[in-house]
C-alpha cells in the first residue's frame, strides 16, 4: 500500500464556521495542502473540486496513483474559469430571447438579434465535438428558443397545425429528454385545447418519441417513432393514446419521418443547436 508521506501534499482537516471563532469560506471535511503550510493556498471551492480531491486521497491510499484525477481535477478548474467567462453572452443571449414566448411572438428585428446573440457565444465556445464529449447530451432540456415558430404553427418550418384563430391551440411548455445509453430522443410538448363553452380547456402533453445517432462530430439525426398523446389536469386519469409512425409509403414527401441538427454549443446548462432548416434553437438544462 503506498504512503501519503510520497506525495507532495499532505491531508489537513478544515473547520468550518459553525465549529469555530475563526471564520472560513471552506465548508469541506479535509483538502489537500502543500507540505510546507506557510505555502497553502485553499481554492476551488465549488463541491465538485473537493469531492475529487477526496478520490484523490483515497486513490493515493490505495495505492492508485493520483495523478488521473489531479489531472481531472484542474480540468474542470479550467472549464469551471472558461464557462465563468462565457456567462455574460449566455445571459445576452437569454436576454434577447426573453418574452418572445419560445419564438412564437419574434418580430424580424427579433430573429436577427437572437442569431447575433447566438453567434457570439458558438464563437466563444468553439467547435463541439460530440465524439468525445457526448455525455454534454444527456438529461432533459427546456426549450426557450426556436427561430422555427415565428411562422406561428407548431410544425416551425415545416407543415404544423397553426397556432391563433384557426385552431384553439396554445403552446406550452416544450421540452427535449435525451438519454445517450438507449438513443432515445423525445420531443415533449406541453398544449392546451380550446372546448366549447361552457367545458374547460383540455390539457395535454405530447410525446414525439425518435432514436438518434452521431452523423458526425457535432450532428446529430433522429428518426421519428410514435406519438404517444396523454391527458393532463382534470383528465388525468384517461389512458394514453399512442399514434403509430406513418408508414413511408403513404407519409407525404414534406415530412420524412427523420430530421437533422448540428449542436453548435453545449454546456453543463445551456445548448444552442441549428437544424436543416436552418432553424436556431435554445435550450437550458430542465
Known amino acids: 500500500m503506498a504512503s501519503l508521506t510520497c506525495l507532495p501534499y499532505t491531508l489537513l482537516p478544515i473547520v468550518s464556521p459553525s465549529s469555530s471563532s475563526t471564520s472560513s469560506s471552506c465548508s469541506a471535511a479535509t483538502c489537500l495542502v502543500p507540505s510546507n503550510p506557510k ?70 428585428d427579433d430573429l436577427r438579434k437572437a442569431d447575433a446573440a447566438a453567434k457570439e457565444l458558438e464563437a466563444a465556445g468553439g467547435p463541439v465535438d460530440l465524439s468525445t464529449d457526448i455525455d454534454k447530451l444527456q438529461g432533459r432540456w427546456k426549450l426557450v428558443y426556436s427561430s422555427a415558430f415565428s411562422s406561428r404553427t407548431l410544425g416551425g418550418s415545416r407543415p404544423g397545425p397553426p397556432i391563433g384563430r384557426l385552431l384553439p391551440i396554445t403552446l406550452g411548455q416544450v421540452f427535449q429528454r ?10 415533449i410538448v406541453e398544449l392546451q385545447l380550446g372546448a366549447p363553452w361552457p367545458l374547460p380547456p383540455i390539457e395535454v402533453t405530447a410525446t414525439l418519441a425518435h432514436k438518434f445517432e452521431l452523423i458526425g462530430s457535432a450532428r446529430v439525426k433522429i428518426v421519428f417513432d410514435k406519438t404517444t398523446v396523454k391527458t393532463t389536469g382534470s383528465l388525468s386519469q384517461l389512458p394514453p393514446l399512442e399514434i403509430p409512425r406513418i408508414p413511408d409509403g403513404l407519409r407525404p414527401s414534406s415530412n420524412s419521418g427523420s430530421g437533422e441538427f448540428e449542436v453548435t454549443y453545449v454546456d453543463a446548462d445551456t445548448r444552442i443547436t441549428r437544424g436543416d432548416r436552418d432553424e436556431l434553437r435554445v435550450f437550458v438544462i430542465a
Open 39 to 108: 505555502r497553502c493556498r485553499v481554492g476551488l471551492q465549488s463541491s465538485r473540486s473537493r469531492q475529487r480531491f477526496g478520490l484523490s486521497t483515497r486513490a493515493a491510499v490505495d495505492g492508485v496513483s493520483a495523478m488521473d484525477e489531479v489531472s481531472g481535477l484542474a480540468k474542470d478548474a479550467v472549464d469551471d474559469v472558461t464557462s465563468l467567462g462565457r456567462s455574460p453572452l449566455k445571459l445576452k443571449l437569454l436576454t434577447a430571447v426573453a418574452g418572445l414566448n419560445k419564438g412564437l411572438a419574434a418580430s424580424e
Open 178 to 187: 435525451i438519454d445517450i445509453l438507449s438513443k432515445d430522443f423525445d420531443n
